[in-house]
């Protein structure tokens, strides 16, 4: 609608240009005409932009655009459909900037309403073709366009025009369509429109979780880090198998060393589904972070069990044996343990050669791994190889 009031507009309305626009539209003949008279006219004298008559004969205009429009969609005879949906916009544009006008009170300081109730009793009708023509362009992934449907759709709740209809408390397709436009504007990339409608969008239940993650997407964007972190952890209470919350929050945790909150997060959603891999996983690493290696080894076999392909709980389990061997090192009587820590290289051996097997590009972390292993259990081909490997 700011668009309208940036024309470069003339002094006063020429009546016989009104006249003769609202003759062509009476005649239902070249209507576009008529609104080209009155942008004309809007265009060469800025007083024009306070004179009703022309914004009214303007509407009327385009109504009758979209009459036509509307009649030769309904006999299916060829018309553009983009089009359609543009004009049902451009009514709201220029009704809601005639309802300024409208609403301004006369020499007296009183306020007459002339257009309102006629013109918010058709675009009442209307308005459900802005929501048409936002998902029209949603499928054409123009965003761009699709968001601004949306937008005028949404928008109509806080214009006077409309104060009758009360839209934000009576009309439950406020959240299906903020959805939407929210959707817009995480296709667009746009963190700010993102954002503008995503609360009311968390109202249309079945997207919550979608909204959620647009809203973290759009905080990544901004650099607003608290506010990301708080929006994945609303995301992960309300929906622990979605799956775009917990590797996130996991991810987090594991990088801070917040093994506190790792294994609350994991817990809490292995209260939710007690064999999903992740939430395994999660629980596997806090252990791990944690010292408490045995626990460890016991989640990361059960993981182990349940899919032999996952190569983490592997890497987990060798790390635990070699970790405890590191340990008993640490005491200072190798020949007291000898026994032990040859049982430890041991057992950790199939774990980290297996991770190997899984993952043969992240040498970093088992190269070192199987180095230590191979020394201390005497190998010295394999030894050998790991050696020049690591050089």
Known sequence: MAGLWLLAVPSHAQKKEIEEAQTIIK??????QAEKLMVDL????????????????WFDAVEAQYLQANEKLYL???????????????????????DSLDALPNKRGRVKLKYREDNSELLDRLRINLYYGGTFH???????????????YLDAAQQPLFSAYQYAEKDSMMPQVAYWATYSGYRLQDAEKTLYYAELAKNYQPRVQHVLQYQCEAYLLQKRQEAYLQTLRE?????????????RLADYYTAQGQSDSLMYISEYGLQVNGEEPLFLLAKSMA?????????CIAVSKQMIAA???????????????LNQALELEHRGEPRKYRQELQRLYAAARPYMEKYRQLMPADRQRWAPALYRIYLNLNMGKQFEEIDKLMR
Do not use: M, W
């Not at 252990?287 to 626990?295: A, G, I, K, V, W």
């Not at 899919?307 to 044996?321: A, K, Q, R, V």
């Open 27 to 32: 005649s239902g003949k070249k209507v576009e």
């Open 235 to 247: 995301g992960f209470r309300q929906f622990p198998e979605y799956p775009y919350f917990f590797p």
């Open 138 to 152: 949603v499928r054409k992934n123009d965003f761009t366009q699709a968001y601004d449907y949306f937008h005028h």
């Open 76 to 98: 299916k005879q060829k018309y553009d459909t983009a089009v359609f949906f543009n004009l049902t916009r451009h009514l709201f544009d220029i009704a809601e900037a005639l």
């Open 307 to 321: 899919n032999d392909t996952l190569p983490e709980p592997y890497y987990n389990i060798g790390t635990c044996y």
């Open 287 to 295: 252990l791990l972070q944690t010292n408490r290696y045995d626990e």
């Open 42 to 57: 809007l265009k060469k004298d800025s007083a024009n932009r306070k004179n009703p008559k022309i914004f009214a004969t």
